[in-house]
């Protein structure tokens, strides 16, 4: 996964971070409506530049879509085993 200098703020846990990317994983920065994982609690969020601190809570529609998202749930797993380390 390729990361961008882009601080955001999780609209969850208040996490600032400094560098950011989306589950895709290209080397692209991050677009509107892509999801992210924040690394302080672990909850997904989506870019949106409109926002405050440049992420937002899912929509329904979007909690659905990402449900049903292997990356991402292989994502949240990756991120449970590191923070129990």
Known sequence: MWSHEMPTICPFCGQHHDAATHT????SEPDDGDVTLCF???RICIFDSD???GLREPTKKEQRAIGR???VSELVTAWKVVRRQ
């Open 40 to 42: 302080g609690c672990g």
């Open 51 to 53: 926002s405050y601190g």
């Open 24 to 27: 895709g994983g290209t080397n």
């Open 69 to 71: 998202d292997k990356r």
